[in-house]
Nanobody, 119 residues
């Protein structure tokens, strides 16, 4: 079992910055990948950024160059630094932790944190 606790988020003007944090507890040693997803009203949840235990990262095209995902292994925490925010970044952001491989993959989710970008 993995528990994820998110913090950060809030209301910011366009062009501003926010940082999200996600702390993992429980069987965090089993986590292969951690990432952030977001879901805007009426839209499907989408991957924003992810980082693997090996250190590789990937980003949605819409956030490349503006968002940075990082992790502090000592604190079992992953961060999402969001710069140059746009109104279209408004969504509920969810932390994700993936364990297992292939057919044994399992996703854990945080409770979500609201990010609102005003124009």
């Amino acid at each position: 079992q993995v528990q994820l606790v998110e913090s950060g988020g809030g209301l910011v003007q366009a062009g501003g910055s926010l940082r999200l944090s996600c702390a993992a507890s429980g069987s965090f040693f089993s986590i292969n990948r951690m990432g952030w997803y977001r879901q805007a009203p009426g839209k499907q949840r989408e991957l924003v950024a992810a980082t693997t235990s090996g250190g590789s990262t990937n980003y949605a095209d819409s956030v490349k160059g503006r968002f940075t995902i990082s992790r502090d292994n000592a604190k079992n925490t992953v961060y999402l630094e969001m710069n140059s925010l746009k109104p279209e970044d408004t969504a509920v952001y969810y932390c994700n932790a993936r364990t297992g491989l292939g057919s044994l993959e399992y996703d854990y989710w945080g409770q979500g944190t609201q990010v609102t970008v005003s124009s």
